[in-house]
């Protein structure tokens, strides 16, 4: 079974950094597009950055120059840096991912279960 496993949420500062990390976990033939998105109290869920299986990158106007987003395509992995941090950006942050379970199907949508960032003084 394929899991989506996040870290690195907490508080900070603003202005402070941390960075998140979501691993795909399980059986799975390969994955495409990772995305992260994030989720503000009272507020719909929204797209905050993406990386395709080649690298291109794609980032909310909101967070450009602030948050850079990568992968390591060997550990099944996609991480966050958000430097910068301001008090808006307080969210549950979650990531997606388009995971193709065997050869032959179509990509899934996969959900993490989501960590908190708060930035506060």
């Known amino acids: 079974q394929v899991q989506l496993v996040e870290s690195g949420g907490g508080l900070v500062q603003p202005g402070g950094s941390l960075r998140l990390s979501c691993a795909a976990s399980g059986s799975f033939f390969s994955i495409n597009t990772m995305y992260w998105y994030r989720q503000a109290p009272g507020k719909q869920r929204d797209l905050v950055a993406s990386i395709s299986s080649g690298g291109s990158t794609n980032y909310a106007d909101s967070v450009k120059g602030r948050f850079t987003i990568s992968r390591d395509n060997a550990k099944n992995t996609v991480y966050l840096q958000m430097n910068s941090l301001k008090p808006e950006d307080t969210a549950v942050y979650y990531c997606?991912?388009?995971?193709?379970?065997?050869?032959?199907?179509?990509?899934?949508?996969?959900w993490g279960q989501g960590t908190q960032v708060t930035v506060s003084s």
């Open positions: 997606n991912a388009e995971i193709r379970p065997h050869l032959g199907f179509g990509y899934i949508a996969y």
